[in-house]
């Protein structure tokens, strides 16, 4: 049998995946829900235990993941997590908690919470975190939430513009608008950094703050970063710093030390907890002192060496349930008592050796649109000896059939070909090494056998789709998938 097949195409009639006993407590007449009962038939697949078994296994070996090889993608810092995170999850009662527990039965949970707050607080030198939200962007959204209200609380009502480098993350524009704030772009300068003149130019009474990520989306170091964050302060806006680079910080620059007064972290990203299909993640955003009333409830606080649950009065609300994934949570605690602050100190420095090596061994065979050391990524613009025009994409897809995940490609948007590597702290010198010898060899085939290229990959179950029919046209579910066939 072919285990290729969807799902539904291995249903057969009456097959079942499981046999129930009969209830030995008494039965309920429910009549009275009658008319709440389902009356159309539910049309799931019909399979025995072991086909669907086989199924989803087959389905999984398709993926790629950080646990199947080389994953490099650049500004995602696809490190490893360690299983020791996921073995606290699973053999401790963490996961049996209910969120409306009385507070008493759950002190050793707030106070997981309460040590993880405090731990960020120490890296990042801000004071205060929450860790209410659910991934980066939420992040975003909540420290320019509590931005805004800044702002609003002083009556300072003309300040709603944020500055923006353009070579940002998409979030960051979007979070602000998703905020009801007005985007202002500023350029880069040719060095890959903020444009301190085009700073100076749109700096006003209008603007509440900058939203900044140090090292920049092109993995460069803001060495500007002082009279950055002065001259935003000074013309009365906060600086907000996108912690998704934080890795590369590690043990070696605070944010708040560098100016910022909000910010958020990615969880999922820094602190080896599991990118996971897109979630859960979570998105802790932290606060200088003169903040910290308004983040969002619920709080935990803790008196003498009791742990308890506060809602403040001036916070922005509520943003997520309860207290965020705490699961999520309790994976980064572990890493971040795991590693120690010995071992978490050398974390950025290892990962930026890495992207820099990385950098060293392919600048004969990639163009390097920005000259100096990276920090914990590398752009690379596309092929440096390059006679038959083979693309960036080109490139990525044939890495797949080297049994490589691609690395994060046309992103940063300002070179037409980039390629973005991330190689995290967390590979051996061999593998990084394995990836610079492909790299090479996809170079020397671009120029022998650029069809080869052309019509990678050749070796993964589906070969090149139609990228933006996809993404315009999903296809969710089996009913989906047959209309889609009968319109074909
Ligand atoms: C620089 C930067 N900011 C923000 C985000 C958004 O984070 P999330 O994907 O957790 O929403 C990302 C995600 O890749 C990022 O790289």
Redesign the pocket.
């Known amino acids: 049998m072919s285990y290729d097949k969807l799902i539904f195409e291995l249903s057969k009639e009456g097959r079942r995946a499981y046999s129930l006993k009969k209830a030995s407590y008494p039965q309920y007449d429910i009549n009275d829900l009658a008319s709440n009962l389902r009356t159309i038939e539910l049309n799931l697949p019909e399979v025995s235990e072991l086909d669907c078994v086989r199924h989803y296994t087959n389905i999984s070996k398709k993926n790629f993941g950080v646990e199947n090889g080389f994953y490099p993608l650049g500004?995602?810092t696809m490190k490893y997590n360690p299983k020791i995170n996921e073995d606290i999850v699973k053999t401790t009662n963490f996961a049996k908690l209910h969120p409306y527990q009385p507070v008493n039965t759950v002190q050793g949970a707030l106070k997981v919470y309460y040590e993880l707050q405090k731990s960020l607080s120490e890296i990042s030198g801000l004071e205060e975190f929450s860790l209410n939200p659910y991934?980066?962007?939420?992040g975003?959204l909540i420290g320019l939430m509590v931005m805004k209200e800044y702002h609003l609380s002083r009556k300072d009502f003309k300040r709603n513009k944020v500055i923006i480098p353009d070579s940002a993350?998409g979030?960051?524009p979007a979070s602000t608008v998703v905020c009801g704030m007005e985007v202002v772009e500023i350029k880069s300068n040719a060095k890959g950094m903020v444009d301190v003149e085009s700073l100076k130019s749109v700096l006003s009474d209008e603007i509440a703050g900058m939203m900044l990520?140090n090292p920049n989306?092109l993995g460069i170091f803001e060495s500007d970063i002082c009279e950055i964050t002065k001259l935003v302060h000074d013309a009365g806006g906060l600086m907000y710093y996108?912690g998704?680079?934080l890795n590369a910080m590690l043990g070696k620059v605070k944010p708040g030390e560098m100016g910022f007064d909000i910010m958020h972290i990615?969880l999922?990203k820094t602190f080896s907890t599991p990118h996971g299909g897109g979630g859960p993640?979570d998105?802790p955003v932290g606060v200088k002192d003169f903040l910290k009333k308004f983040l969002p409830n619920p709080q935990v606080k803790k008196l003498d060496d009791y742990y308890y649950i506060a809602n403040e009065a001036d916070a922005i609300g509520r943003i997520s349930s309860f207290f965020g994934n705490f699961l999520v949570e309790l994976r980064a605690y572990s890493y971040i008592l795991n590693l120690g602050k010995e071992n978490l100190m050398q974390v950025g420095g290892f990962a930026t050796l890495n992207a820099n090596y990385v950098r060293e061994c392919l600048r004969e065979d990639y163009i390097l649109p920005i000259k100096g050391y990276c920090m914990h990524e590398v752009v690379f613009d596309g092929l440096l000896d390059n006679p038959n025009d083979i693309k960036t994409l080109d490139v990525a897809k044939r890495l797949l059939d080297y049994g490589m995940h691609a690395p994060t490609i046309y992103f940063p948007l300002l070179f037409h070909q980039a390629i973005m590597i991330e190689p995290t702290e967390t590979e051996s010198l061999q593998t990084i090494d394995e990836f610079i010898q492909v790299m090479k060899q996809i170079a020397k085939e671009a120029k022998e056998d650029p069809e080869l290229l052309r019509s990678a990959p050749l070796s993964t179950p589906i070969s090149r789709s139609d990228e933006v029919f996809a993404a315009k046209h999903m296809i969710f579910s089996y009913r989906d998938y047959l209309e889609y066939i009968s319109n074909k």
């Open positions: 500004s995602c991934a980066g962007a939420h975003e993350h979030t960051n990520t989306t996108d998704a680079n990615n999922h993640g998105g």
